[in-house]
């Protein structure tokens, strides 16, 4: 069984960064599709950006494209999600969320994955 561990997160002031992780385990990480997500209260879960099992297809959602990127390594069961210049309204509950799949197209919807972490905490601060 998949298990998935986020870290990384914190409180940080706006134009700061982070860098989160996500290392996975008990799994095929290199034939999983890997996705960052996040939820602030009150609303719903929002796609951030997700990587297919290569590492050669990369997505982004609108409200953080430019100022993330997603990278991983196959070597680790590693995913991680750069976070550069962080706005307040970035502060939510990010986590960490696979899906066995080796195509090339971004999963978006929360609904496809397979595997959740168990979040971490991210706080812009303004």
């Known amino acids: 069984q998949v298990q998935l561990v986020e870290s990384g997160g914190g409180l940080v002031q706006t134009g700061g960064s982070l860098r989160l992780t996500c290392v996975a385990s008990?799994?095929?990480?290199?034939?999983?599709?890997m996705g960052w997500f996040r939820q602030a209260p009150g609303k719903e879960r929002e796609f951030v950006a997700g990587?297919?099992?290569?590492?050669?297809?990369?997505g982004y959602g609108d409200s953080v494209a430019g100022r993330c990127t997603i990278s991983r390594d196959n070597n680790k069961n590693t995913v991680y999600l750069q976070m550069d210049n962080l706005k307040p309204e970035d502060t939510a509950v990010y986590y960490c969320?696979?899906?066995?799949?080796?195509?090339?197209?971004?999963?978006?919807?929360?609904?496809?994955?397979?595997?959740w972490g168990q979040g971490i905490q991210v706080s812009v601060s303004s």
């Open positions: 008990g799994g095929t990480f290199s034939s999983s599709f």
């Open positions: 990587i297919s099992s290569s590492g050669s297809d990369k």
């Open positions: 969320a696979s899906k066995k799949y080796t195509g090339g197209m971004i999963l978006i919807a929360s609904g496809t994955y397979d595997t």
